[in-house]
């Protein structure tokens, strides 16, 4: 049930407008960059053939002969999404630091009540962006870090999986099917456990105010190696909206009609950004209620943060 | 075992071949006697064989430099070669007398083709009797032959002459981009080999027997046929059924299924049958007694997808969906080979697109016409249409492949195809490279010679059959396979029949699209309305590429849906302009409505519009922008 009760308090959490907008919007000014391209792309449509298949949806044709027609690469135009990943990643790590600096702020200020509240001068919004501009290097660091990680996962690690399938599957397809989707359900498997350890090393990071990066990306594997069933649980039910939306978004063509307006295709493919933006903001906040629930920084065991702690003071340095 | 009466090729070699086989080193061991009698009208003091496993020897040869070591998606790994012991004739070992040549490109390490200077010369219709000792050694599985594991599939793996046709020695070493042409013959070859493989091969089995130490000889025997290839494996599961199909006379055919795929033999024979008969309406019967269909195991895919005289390769991989036919449209072009290649033996050396592309002509429209219009096996950059094509799956597992739907290759794939999109996404790129008409080695590169010989020439017989009608071409295809069966036809040979059939010439058709490197593309090259005392006055400008200026239609559709069709003939003008007066506006003009040419370069400069709209540009912008969105969200998500 710690389960549920973790992600009824991120869920609240996430609950908050303005950073649900602050999430769905600073990625989208990135991807923005690519609508005159794409509107040059399509010019033709406004005159030529295809254009009312493609009204009504893709026109196998028209792609093949696009594709053929070397004048306007069509690689080029979906290269672009791809070309801006670098952006998605960079805003993606500024608004980790931005959000987990000001909740952490806000669980110091909790514990520290009045105290705390005579330095808080700083408008929500200018506080996020130094929450995030603080913490963004360090991030950066982690993300690398990760990045090597994820690459033992997919190159030495996925070799030797295929290696080791090969061998099994010996010359029958369906072992060798079976044995594929074995191997590429543990490349998933660990690719999440990189992704949690990651994420719980900002979290951890951001609480502790560290700077050894590596030290807390160890801790988090271990840490969602101890309590592994709850943190897997929580992320699990945690994408939930993004499943919900990938099925609204199957059966959006039969709820939209065969030729939808521009404008309705816009707003429904954002309402689906939005709670993918969400599924994002409900996990952080969860997996924070998780960290916090089982691990206090001993920075924060001074006598006036920790009055109201039953829990006996860790013993620190400066306390002797 | 003659299974009939009277021969029906020219029978000008017949091969009696003993073969044993070491599972241990994958050699053969083999005595080979040739008889081979002069076709021809002159006197030969030469034979020529193709030794084809040389091919295999190292990455020097003209094959592997061709290929970079690479062939279909499959590398090369092992070697394979193989050796002249003797070459016997008349008591006279004239291996010494021997030597290789490589007429095609002067590569001294290729040994593929083998020049055996005669003591004696043959006149025509003089036999020669030769005997050869020879060992070959399997390579790994590469370019349709060799062994894995325990599967061993031998193709081109004796000595074979080479073809002497029209009274010249056909002569050419193996290519990267080249089958195989020799010249019909009769085949005895028995195979020893442990017991507990299972065999399948072209022609019949005449004879099993064991032998001692756990071994077995089996016999087949084959006629009237220009190529012998056999398989063996101790895992294949063996179905037989006798097929009497359209009054036809009956044939046995033989699955050796891996036991993984067993269970699919009905969809095997499904295919099987419906191609088979339809080859024989439309052709003529298939004429032998038995025809074998091998499922070659994983980690064999360098074996899938060969023709053989009498037997096929197809391959059949795990979890075939069962409304997408990657499968089918392998096994049914393979036996459309069974016409084109194995009866109507044209030249693969030298005129690959004659059976490549008959075959794939033949198997589109067998593929249509059996599985319906929304079934592609076609391939579309690295993904096959039926695995990214929504239609293409089953929609019992609801709306979770509405997903696919608003992936990027599959968005709202609800067109009706109105071209083989594979066919023309394979040309489009090579169209100005090379023409059709080529030797399979000169094409640019495999790519070149892959989209000329299957994709093109497929093209170039639907675009035939559209502009003489399906009844005149269907007739000159049938009459061009009576004449030439068990024979050695050239394109020259097809375009007399074509021009016979349907009574007129046609250079003007054959020239653009065999002959020429160029992209026939018809379009609208603008589009002007106005309104004029109270009438609608509309000009259209139209375009064809020079060298390609084929009759053509036009297509006028206005704004209440009434119609009108003009034509544009074949004058020699790469231009014109069209106008008409009419009380309701224009709303599109097209070119070639009824899509006669697939051939056409780019379909989308064939209808415009008089007014623009820019809903399906906005639409189509909403979607990248989306996509993008999802793109970057799910990478930074991992950061």
Known sequence: MKVFADLERGFRRACNRRLLMLFWLVPLVPALVIVPAVLAFFADLDQAGFRDEMERGLSPEWLVDVWSRSTVPLGTISLLPVMLVPAGVLVQIFLYGAVLGQRVAGERQALAGPYYQVWQRRTWITELFAHGARLFGRFLRLSLFGFILYWIVFSPVRSALTALVEVAAGDSDRQLAIARLIRDGVILALTGCVSLALDYARIRAARLGSRAMLLRLFEAVIFTGRHSVRVFATSLIAVLPVLLAALALGDGSRWLGASPPSWLLFCYFQAIMLARSFSRLWLLFTEYEIDSDLFRPAEWAEPWLTASWPAARPEVPWNS | MPAWAAPLSRRVVAYQIEASLDVVSNRLQATEKITWTNPSSQSQSSIYLHLYWNAFRGLETTYLRESGGFDRGVSFVR?????????????????????????????????????????????????????????????????????????????????????????????????????????????????????????????????????????????????????????????????????????????????????????????????????????????????????????????AEGADAMEYPQLITAGLRWRPWDRSLPFESILIHELAHQYWYGIVASNEFEEPYLDEGFASY?????????????????????????????????????????????????????????????????????????????????????????????????LTLTTLERILGRDIFDGAMKAYFERW?????????????????????????????????????????SLDVSAEQGQWRSAIRLGRTAGATLAVDLLLVFEDGSRQQRRWDNDGTTWTEISTQTVVPLRYAEIDPQRVFPIDADFSNNRRYAQASSRARLGWTARFLFWTQNVMHFWSGLA
């Open chain 2, 485 to 525: 069966r068990f024979d050695h036809p050239t394109l020259t040979d097809f375009i007399a029949i074509l021009e016979e059939r349907s009574g007129r010439r046609l250079d003007a058709v054959f020239e653009p699209l065999f002959f020429r490197a160029i992209a026939p593309d018809f379009r609208i090259d």
């Open chain 2, 79 to 299: 070697p394979g070669w193989m050796r002249l012991r003797r070459i016997q004739v008349d008591n006279q070992d004239l291996l010494p007398l021997s030597r290789f040549i490589r007429p095609d490109d002067g590569n001294t390490e290729d040994d593929t083709l083998l020049e055996v200077r005669l003591p004696k010369a043959v006149a025509p219709g003089q036999t020669l009797i030769a005997e050869i000792v020879f060992e070959s050694q399997f390579p790994g599985i590469f370019a349709r032959t060799g062994v894995a594991g325990d599967f061993y599939f031998a193709g081109q793996w004796f000595p074979k002459v080479a073809a002497l046709v029209r009274d010249r020695w056909n002569l050419h070493q193996f290519h990267a981009a080249s089958e195989f042409f020799a010249d019909f013959g009769q085949y005895d070859v028995s195979i020893r080999l442990p017991a507990r493989f299972v065999l399948g091969a072209t022609g019949q089995v005449v004879s099993r027997s064991p032998e001692s130490n756990d071994l077995q000889r089996v016999v087949f025997h084959a006629e009237d046929v220009h190529d012998f290839a056999w398989t063996a494996d101790p895992d294949f599961v063996v179905v037989r059924e006798r097929l009497a199909l359209g009054g036809f006379a009956p044939f046995d055919v033989t699955l050796l299924l891996r036991p993984d795929n067993a269970r699919h033999k009905d969809r095997y024979l499904f295919a099987i049958r419906a191609t088979m008969l339809r080859l024989g309406r439309w052709y003529g019967p298939y004429p032998y007694t038995n025809l074998t269909v091998v499922d070659p195991p994983a980690g």
């Open chain 2, 362 to 458: 033949s198997a589109g429209r067998i593929l249509n016409e059996v599985y319906g219009g929304d079934h592609f096996g076609s391939r579309f950059g690295s993904l096959s249409w039926a695995q990214v094509w929504p239609a293409a799956l089953p929609w019992s597992l609801g709306s979770w492949l509405g997903l696919l739907q608003e992936w990027p290759w599959a968005t709202y794939a609800n067109a009706r195809i109105l071209a083989p999109l594979g066919e023309v996404q394979r040309y489009r790129p090579i169209a100005t490279v090379d023409p059709l008409v080529r030797f399979s080695w000169q094409y640019r590169d495999l790519e070149s010679y892959a989209a000329n010989a299957y994709s093109r020439t497929e």
